[in-house]
């Protein structure tokens, strides 16, 4: 499959780029974003605003410009606010605000939704969209100012420090989706959903932080502790996805155990052993 693939290493803040690579496809997958840790989202809200708008409203310009017919608009479970029931449908991704710690983050992804459901009524382009919970991957970022939890743990484990710091309680819920599973279910959703009725990835086998250290650390093989510090944010208290309409519409589910994702995602880590560079921010910091 790789040698069908071509690969632009191109500049999306800029409109004239997105147009060129829009130019002729018949499909188009919108995964730009700029996505961090929960540290980062927390002190640079205008930042992560203005730079997911940025790169949304330019590539949803675009694909509609040179009328492609199908759009995937990955958007992200940050949508939805702090009080969301669990597991998630995705009516609540409208209600409230998104969740303090990623506000700036979530209302950009909200308003890529929007840009994309209006683009839908007024084109001809079919714009679907989609809510993946919590994705990892073997090639996951692993800075430590800009990664999620998982490649988080990863690197303070290896790190050496004993006890590693943990954000919060511990006690807070998530579900982790592996990148393949998440790929495969854009697929289908690309096939199967309606156009502007938003869709989530995920599942309801929900782990808490704690046990996700326990899970990482009893792989690496390593004898780690670790001191939750419950003075720093956490984020939702639980969040897991309600996937009725993913499984009616794809009659899929994920299927990489956790367990197994994790042991590839550290093997990956030790291959490396340092970080991606970190992305750079589209908009001078002030």
Not at 7 to 16: E, N, R, S, T, V
Not at 20 to 29: P, T, Y
Not at 169 to 190: E, I, T, Y
Not at 201 to 214: A, D, N, P, S, V
């Amino acid at each position: 499959v790789l040698d069908d693939i071509s690969f632009h290493p191109i500049d999306l803040a800029d409109l004239a780029n997105c147009e060129r690579v829009c130019q002729g496809q018949e499909v188009v997958f919108n995964l730009a974003a700029k996505v961090t840790g929960i540290g980062f989202n927390i002190t640079h809200h205008a930042e992560m605003f203005e730079s997911n708008m940025l790169l949304q409203q330019n590539v949803i310009h675009a694909a509609a410009g040179q009328r492609v017919k199908r759009f995937v608009q990955v958007s992200t479970a940050c949508v939805y606010p702090h009080d969301a029931a669990v597991p998630t449908p995705e009516s609540e991704g409208t209600r409230g605000e998104p969740e303090p710690t990623n506000r700036g983050y979530g209302w950009a992804k909200r308003m890529g939704e929007r840009l994309a459901e209006y683009y839908t009524r007024e084109t001809e382009m079919e714009a679907v969209i989609v809510r993946p919970f919590n994705a990892y991957s073997p090639r996951d970022h692993f800075d430590p100012e800009m990664c999620h939890v998982i490649p988080a743990l990863i690197h303070k484990i290896f790190e050496g420090n004993n006890p590693i710091e943990i954000w919060g309680s511990g006690n807070q819920s998530r579900v982790f989706v592996h990148a393949k599973d998440v790929a495969r279910g854009m697929q289908l959703l690309a096939e199967h959903a309606q156009p502007a009725d938003p869709v989530n990835i995920g599942h309801e086998q929900m782990i808490t932080i704690r046990e996700l250290f326990e899970l990482i650390s009893d792989t690496i093989g390593l004898n780690v502790r670790a001191f939750f510090d419950s003075s720093k944010p956490e984020g939702y208290p639980k969040r897991a996805a309600d996937t009725t309409k993913f499984r009616t519409l794809t009659g899929y589910s994920p299927v990489i155990p956790l367990r197994k994702g994790i042991a590839e995602t550290i093997a990956a880590y030790q291959t490396q052993r340092r970080p991606r560079r970190p992305l750079q921010p589209l908009f001078p910091r002030l």
